[in-house]
């Protein structure tokens, strides 16, 4: 069962990794990199912190994200364990981030999925080692 978390931990590394590069460049995909630009106009525009003055430059958010993303991916799949776990928590927060702005924008249901998901292995994965932390203890 072990292997099974270790593998979905490495995966979603990569996940991260891709997706974050993708919006660092144009070079990987000028497509998916020009949806992120849309994507991160709109996202600037509901940032929850927009209501206390800090207004986001758009591509500045997009690069921050996915300087973020990029790393926590990599530390998610090569780092000891606490760089993991360390990024895990970055990563969970991009999520939840990324889904409150869907919401906000009422965009499609799909839309959120691959966010949920992405969320739902991530707080699986920081489940695991919580319990594994506290069976160690009790042994």
């Not at 994507?39 to 600037?44: G, L, S, W």
């Not at 799949?77 to 606490?82: E, P, Q, R, S, T």
Request: proline fraction near 4%.
């Amino acid at each position: 069962m072990a292997i099974v978390f270790v593998a979905v931990r490495v995966l979603l590394g990569f996940f991260f990794m891709v997706v974050g590069a993708t919006k660092l460049t144009d070079r990987i995909s000028p497509t998916l990199y020009a949806e992120a630009v849309d994507e991160f106009v709109k996202f600037a525009d509901v940032f929850p912190l927009n209501d206390v003055g800090v207004k986001l430059d758009p591509m500045d958010y997009q690069l921050v994200v996915g300087w973020i993303e990029l790393i926590g991916g990599l530390l998610l799949a090569f780092g000891n364990k606490a760089l993991q776990e360390i990024s895990n928590i970055f990563l969970s927060i991009l999520m939840m981030g990324e889904l409150y702005s869907f919401l906000i924008l009422k965009e499609e249901p799909f839309l959120c999925l691959p966010s949920a998901c992405t969320l739902g292995l991530l707080l699986l994965l920081l489940y695991i080692w919580e319990r594994d932390r506290k069976k160690q203890k009790t042994e």
